[in-house]
């Protein structure tokens, strides 16, 4: 069984699962918890981003309940997927992959994520300068890129899966 750095791609969804951990926890998650359960440093944290990147997802003054609602999502299936699968892949369990799972995941996130670029490329409502836009752009697209990637591997070891099985049974 390889190790997981002979496995390019599967590295990259390693750390991208891995390093998402945290700020989904920390950031993300603030529009979840009772406000007294969050620490003011954390809370100064998501609050310096907000003055910093003028992200009018995270920092609206009011609830925009289409991305509170991408925000569940990420707490009842992605956040849980980010370990199931770090450690299925580092394990080079291939579970994971050859199932529905990865696919679903991939898509889910990259739909997500289209429709957080949309709204922040294309509504003037919030005054972002081209510049800004670019910067919120450049956060936002390394989580559609890979989820695609995702969808494209599963994709791909499935149908492989699939013709495997069907010259087997023949």
Sequence with gaps: MPGILSRPLDLIFVIYFITHIPPTLLLDFQALYPSDWVPQS?????SLYIQTY???????????????????????????????????????????????????????????????????MFNDKYGLTVNEQYVLCGFYIPYLIIPILMVIDSSYRINRLIVNNKIKSN
């Design 42 to 46: 954390i809370k100064d944290l998501l």
């Design 54 to 120: 003028r992200d009018p997802l995270v920092g609206s003054p009011v609830t925009l309940y289409w991305f509170k609602s991408f925000i569940i999502c990420e707490a009842l299936f992605q956040f849980p997927f980010f370990i199931i699968a770090s450690i299925y892949l580092i394990k080079d369990n291939r579970d994971c992959y050859d199932t529905d799972i990865s696919p679903v995941y991939g898509s889910h996130v990259a739909t997500t994520v289209i429709a957080s670029l949309a709204e922040v």
